[in-house]
């Protein structure tokens, strides 16, 4: 196709298309031999490596829906009903509601943290990452309130997408400076200090 002077998806499609229609059999490499590409989620990558990996949708957030539900549950803490005032009919949250809420959210986001490290780790020569936000200059000018070495928990706990948190750990780093650029300077304390 290269040899042809073509370019571009569309152009490969329709070079495809025509072999095809010509009754040119297609051969397909194999990903496991080299000359093709595996897309995996990363929960069937784990304890694999490969040579590059793209990691995308950084910028997705994260699914907040099972601490929202009507009645929440947990397996060791029980139920986590709202309560329900019958005189003046409103609902209100409960101490069982805000302790269970606050569990489901504890593990979602440790659960969200193995995932990310999971991706990241499987890179044996290039890792490339993407993160689509609406307007980045503005969410990096918020992440660097929190960009502090070390991250705080507390921060990463109130972040809403793991582009966030990957964000917010580049920017405490010297080498930062081009995505720093046009933003204030991040104070960094010398190694040791905390």
């Known amino acids: 196709f290269d040899a042809t002077g073509h370019k571009g998806l569309f152009g490969f499609l329709n070079h495809l298309r025509r072999r095809r229609d010509q009754g040119e059999a297609l051969s397909v490499p194999s990903a496991e031999g080299g000359g093709g590409v595996r897309i995996l989620s990363i929960h069937r990558s784990k304890g694999l490596e490969f040579p590059v990996v793209v990691v995308g949708g950084l910028g997705k957030r994260f699914n907040h829906a099972d601490s929202q539900a009507p009645m929440l549950f947990h397996r060791e803490l029980g139920l986590g009903p709202r309560g329900l005032d019958t005189e ?11 302790a269970v809420a606050a569990k489901l959210e504890e593990e979602m ?20 990452m993407t993160c689509a936000m609406p307007d980045v200059e503005r ?10 070495l070390p991250v705080q928990p507390q921060a990463l706990a109130h972040m809403s997408t793991p582009g ?13 400076g081009a995505v720093r650029f046009g933003l204030p300077p991040v104070h960094v304390p010398p190694a040791g200090v905390d």
Do not use: D, F, G, N
């Open 109 to 128: 986001l440790s659960e969200e943290l193995r995932l990310l490290y999971v991706a990241l780790t499987r890179a044996k020569e290039k890792l490339i």
């Open 139 to 148: 969410e990096a000018e918020k992440l660097l309130e929190q960009a502090r």
């Open 164 to 176: 966030h948190w990957v964000l917010c750990a580049a920017l405490t780093r010297p080498e930062a």
């Open 88 to 98: 003046r009919l409103i609902r209100y949250p409960t101490l069982c509601r805000w």
